[in-house]
């Protein structure tokens, strides 16, 4: 059985006039254990808000339409609101985008690191303090520094912290939002060397959401592509990354430097991803895609495997059945 | 490292004070209120050694003691009943500080825990404190103070709570909008994630985001209600056993001390009045300036007359 397992997953905004906007739209995708799941996509294609649908913290105006979040197989989203609250540290933590904001400026770091302990577990009092000394040193945070407050603490520290935070109650899946934004290169490479660390010492399968494609081909073995609230393509990082279904995909990876070849041209993709007001008919990417036929404008394409692991959402996909069967074949072999 | 640990959050301490007492020499204004405040904490806290006579012994008034104008004996004249003024002058500063202070506290307390509800929850839940905050907002004051105490019996702790219990709105409209503003931050959500609960969010998290609000307003707060208590005790609804400034002036202005020309016993406890309202005014607007960021002259402001 695996870890995690989100079937159909669709989030609603509701507007002050009472329209729903749907900003994540049949979400689908399997986490096993101790694995990595990349979350990419550009900003506003949904990803924080399908992250935030998991762990359901939604702000007030977002609505989870449909789907199901088996954890362990437990439907998370049928327990009652108390019930999900004693769950959520405990077995799916979250590591929040831009750290800054995220720790309470008046509070001292090490406070806010206990809160997490002892709202979950019943933690002896006088061995309380040594715990979140042993969860800073884990993330390399001297442990004296508990006593400080966040503005005290360079952006990796509090990033770092964060980390601490998400690992009080020992979770099996860490979601990370956005884990090196707003942080230099040097710091980035750090945060992802101990999250990486973490994840193989602590057997933790970790969601990572980024823009940044080096991390998920560097940290993960599954990626998911978004756009428009959908998924684009998912599969194994190896898969997706050598052999790009969807045109989005492909679009994406070429607007990544190659370190194997620098000299290679960047090519950005033209417009912006479609607002949830105003969502394209067809295909959702069909405006920006130079691929795009006359099927794209008025047909939603379904996720099919394109590959032993890999799925995409594109009707050009079909067009190349046998192909894919080939490839199949030959993976299979 | 625990040694290390207290002495960075005793440095913090003393840094937040320093930081204050910068801050302070750099206003004139807040200054100014501070050391006026201060005079009347020293009056209030050493009467009985100040004072050159026990205000509350009785005194067998003479005709020659009546409204005595200012002499070595009574440096500020006597009253209506023979008593030195300035004796009565420094208990007074007693009452109207423990009056400004208790019933601010009640205020706070009341204007707090609406605010944080109200701002915290929103909804119906926010919108119906907010319109019983506005009915008590359009009560006239005095008046519903006035019926209160005369229906509770003029005590000193009625009338603070009197006081008290109608002069919280203030409070509750400006934590409300400073609560909204909070909870929008992200490590409220963190906190949600976490799994604290609501009490534990509001007391834990926000709460000491708005105390600096809270605290600055109280000052204004203070301030109205020493003038509240002034008022009642003029009117003749203070507590008749204790002195205060405005139970001196209601006996000065009710026995005669105008067209007796004892212009001392109406002049001392009038100036008290003032001296302590514009104190704690002064000092709240320095200590709003301290907290309110957006008070504060900002360097790529235009050039513009600077608080200091």
């Known amino acids: 059985m695996p870890l995690l397992e989100v079937r159909n997953l669709s989030t609603d905004f509701i507007t002050p006039e009472g329209v729903a906007l749907r900003a994540v739209d049949n979400l689908s995708f399997t986490l096993e254990r101790s694995e990595t799941l990349g979350l990419v996509g550009e900003s506003g294609c949904g990803k924080t808000t399908a992250m935030l649908s998991l762990l359901r913290l939604l702000p007030a105006s977002g609505r989870i339409a449909q789907g199901q979040v088996l954890f362990d197989g437990e439907d998370l989203l049928a327990l009652s609101p108390a019930e999900f609250r004693q769950r959520r540290w405990r077995d799916i933590a979250m590591v929040f985008q831009g750290a800054m904001n995220a720790l309470n400026p008046v509070r001292t770091v090490g406070d806010q690191v206990r809160e997490a302990i002892i709202t979950h577990l019943p933690w002896e009092r006088d061995k309380l303090g040594q715990r979140v000394g042993e969860l800073l040193e884990l993330v390399g945070i001297p442990a004296w520094r508990a006593s400080q407050y966040p503005h005290q603490y360079s952006g990796g520290m509090r990033q770092r912290a964060m980390i601490a935070m998400a690992l009080a109650c020992n979770p099996q899946l860490v979601v990370a939002d956005e884990p090196t934004t707003a942080l230099d290169v040097m710091i980035q490479a750090q945060i992802l060397d101990l999250i990486d660390r973490l994840r193989r010492d602590l057997d933790l399968a970790m969601i990572i959401v980024t823009h940044d494609l080096g991390v998920v081909a560097e940290s993960c073995q599954k990626v998911l592509v978004m756009y428009g609230g959908r998924v684009a393509e998912y599969g194994t990082v190896d898969e997706v990354f050598t052999n790009p279904q969807h045109p989005y995909t492909q679009r994406l990876l070429r607007a990544f430097p190659d370190i194997d070849n620098p000299q290679g041209e960047l090519v950005s993709i033209p417009g912006a991803p479609p607002r949830l007001s105003d969502l394209p008919t067809g295909c959702r990417f069909h405006p920006r895609c130079t691929m795009a036929v006359e099927r794209c404008r008025t047909e939603l394409p379904e996720l099919r495997q394109v590959g032993p692991n890999q799925w995409s959402a594109c009707h050009l996909n079909e067009t190349i059945p046998l192909l894919t069967n080939v490839a199949t074949r030959l993976a299979g072999r | ?308």
């Open chain 2, 1 to 308: 490292m625990a040694l290390f640990a207290s002495q960075t959050s005793a440095s913090m301490v003393r840094s937040g004070i320093s930081d204050f007492w910068q801050r302070l020499r750099r206003s004139p204004i807040g200054l100014v209120g501070f050391f006026m405040l201060l005079v009347v904490v020293v009056l209030a806290v050493f009467a009985p050694w100040l004072a050159p006579y026990d205000p509350y012994a009785p005194v067998r008034a003479r005709i020659d003691t009546i409204y005595a104008p200012p002499s070595w004996e009574h440096p500020m004249g006597t009253d209506d009943g023979g008593k030195d003024v300035l004796s009565s002058f420094i208990y007074g500063a007693r009452v109207s500080l423990i009056v400004g202070f208790a019933a601010s506290l009640i205020s706070i307390f009341i204007g707090g825990l609406i605010g944080l509800v109200a701002g915290y929850y929103g909804g119906w839940v926010g919108n119906t404190l907010m319109r019983f905050t506005d009915t008590f907002l359009v009560i006239p004051d005095l008046p519903l103070i006035i019926v209160m105490v005369a229906l509770l019996g003029p005590s000193l702790w009625n009338i603070i709570l009197a006081i008290g219990i109608l002069g919280w709105t203030g409070a509750a409209r400006l934590v409300r909008s400073q609560v909204i503003s909070i909870k929008e931050r992200q490590f409220v959500t963190r906190a949600r994630a976490i799994g604290a609960s609501n009490p534990h969010i509001i007391f834990r998290h926000i709460l000491p985001l708005a105390l600096p609000l809270i605290l600055a307003n109280s000052t204004l707060v203070i301030s109205l209600a020493i003038l509240n208590e002034s008022t009642l005790a003029f009117l003749g609804l203070g507590d008749p056993t204790t002195i205060s400034w405005g139970s001196m002036l209601h006996f000065a202005f009710g026995r005669g001390a105008i067209s007796a020309g004892a212009w001392w016993a109406l002049v001392m406890p009038g100036l008290g009045i003032v001296w302590v309202v514009l104190g704690w005014t002064l000092f709240g607007y320095m200590l709003e300036e301290l907290v309110n960021p957006r008070l504060r002259t900002h360097h790529l402001m235009p050039e513009r007359k600077r608080a200091e």
